[in-house]
């Protein structure tokens, strides 16, 4: 019984971790992470769906072999049939797997048109790729561009919710159900630009300006990684997007456009009263 209650205390307190940070990976984690704008809704809608489908599919195909295995083996058959067609089972196992795709390209172009086509945006940034560091730039808030690199090991702080490999120092900021729209480029090589709350996964290329769109619906701090190898330190060019509310956006966007250190000591202090909340109301 002690184990049992330990075991359920245990995985409450994952749960809550969980809840208070979305956008953060969890060790030993299985699944999606959770989806919090359109895009990723949908894309996680159809990984359901085909999941459902390639269950079934795996379900028949062991149960036929089982049946043809012990209804036709050697004991149980051993008169074998030389019939060598059957023009119904051939309609059906042609017939079938191409409804079956049809099935899936529906909901699939439907996607793919959701995450291609961009909608009216609110705020435009442009996401530059160095090695091995993001560069953002708000021409429409006359915000020009900043650096965000990888916070060093040595230089953590964990209370004030930093992250190993994830935190940066200058992180993205925008705010929360408002449609952006971003345009991704590359300085020198070929890097990737990836966010798996936001469902988007888009190249960097140089010389080449991609465009993508994502609208957070929830508030948080979410953080993402280049996918894309490009060189010695692949691993260490984290992204970081902070979703805030749009007065507290604005607030940053005006500071920032001044001073960049002063946005960032701002939104550092409102994600501070965030955290101090939160574990108030525990």
Same mark, same amino acid.
């Given at each position: 019984?002690?184990?049992?209650?330990?075991?359920?205390?245990? =995985?409450?307190?994952?749960?809550?971790?969980?809840?208070?940070?979305?956008?953060?990976?969890?060790?030993?984690?299985?699944?999606?992470?959770?989806?919090?704008?359109?895009?990723?809704?949908?894309?996680?809608?159809?990984?359901? *769906?085909?999941?459902?489908?390639?269950?079934?599919? %795996?379900?028949?195909?062991?149960?036929?072999?089982?049946?043809?295995?012990?209804?036709?083996?050697?004991?149980?058959?051993?008169?074998?049939?030389?019939?060598?067609?059957?023009?119904?089972?051939?309609?059906?196992?042609?017939?079938?797997? %191409?409804?079956?795709?049809?099935?899936?390209?529906?909901?699939?172009?439907? *996607? *793919?048109? *959701?995450?291609?086509?961009?909608?009216?945006?609110?705020?435009?940034?442009?996401?530059?790729?160095?090695? =091995?560091?993001?560069?953002?730039?708000?021409?429409?808030?006359?915000?020009?561009?900043?650096?965000?690199?990888?916070? &060093?090991?040595?230089?953590?702080?964990?209370?004030?919710?930093?992250?190993?490999?994830?935190?940066?120092?200058?992180?993205?900021?925008?705010?929360?159900?408002?449609?952006?729209?971003?345009?991704?480029?590359?300085?020198?090589?070929?890097? $990737? =630009? $990836?966010? &798996?709350?936001?469902? %988007?996964?888009?190249?960097?290329?140089?010389?080449?300006?991609?465009?993508? =769109?994502?609208?957070?619906?929830?508030?948080?701090?979410?953080?993402?990684?280049?996918?894309?190898?490009?060189?010695?330190?692949?691993?260490?060019?984290?992204?970081?997007?902070?979703?805030?509310?749009?007065?507290?956006?604005? $607030?940053?966007?005006?500071?920032?456009?001044?001073?960049?250190?002063?946005?960032?000591?701002?939104?550092?202090?409102?994600?501070?009263?965030?955290?101090?909340?939160?574990?108030?109301?525990?």
């Amino acid at each position: 019984m002690r184990f049992l209650t330990a075991l359920l205390v245990f =995985w409450t307190g994952l749960a809550a971790i969980a809840a208070a940070q979305v956008g953060v990976p969890t060790p030993d984690a299985i699944g999606i992470r959770e989806a919090v704008t359109p895009v990723m809704e949908s894309v996680v809608e159809f990984h359901s *769906l085909v999941m459902y489908i390639i269950s079934a599919i %795996v379900i028949l195909v062991t149960a036929l072999l089982i049946y043809v295995m012990i209804r036709y083996n050697r004991r149980s058959n051993p008169t074998p049939s030389k019939n060598s067609h059957n023009t119904l089972i051939e309609i059906i196992w042609t017939a079938v797997p %191409v409804l079956i795709l049809v099935v899936i390209a529906i909901p699939s172009f439907r *996607l *793919l048109y *959701l995450q291609d086509v961009v909608p009216e945006a609110d705020l435009t940034i442009k996401a530059t790729g160095y090695q =091995w560091y993001w560069g953002y730039e708000y021409a429409d808030l006359d915000i020009g561009e900043f650096y965000a690199n990888m916070i &060093p090991d040595e230089d953590i702080d964990a209370e004030a919710g930093q992250y190993r490999l994830l935190s940066t120092d200058y992180p993205m900021v925008v705010p929360v159900d408002a449609t952006v729209r971003l345009n991704v480029t590359a300085a020198d090589v070929i890097h $990737a =630009w $990836a966010m &798996p709350n936001f469902g %988007v996964k888009i190249d960097a290329i140089p010389g080449r300006l991609n465009e993508t =769109w994502f609208r957070a619906e929830q508030a948080g701090v979410y953080y993402g990684q280049c996918s894309e190898i490009c060189g010695l330190r692949h691993a260490y060019m984290p992204i970081e997007i902070h979703v805030v509310p749009q007065d507290v956006f604005d $607030a940053w966007a005006a500071t920032a456009a001044e001073d960049i250190d002063a946005g960032r000591t701002m939104i550092t202090e409102y994600q501070a009263g965030v955290r101090e909340t939160r574990m108030a109301s525990r």
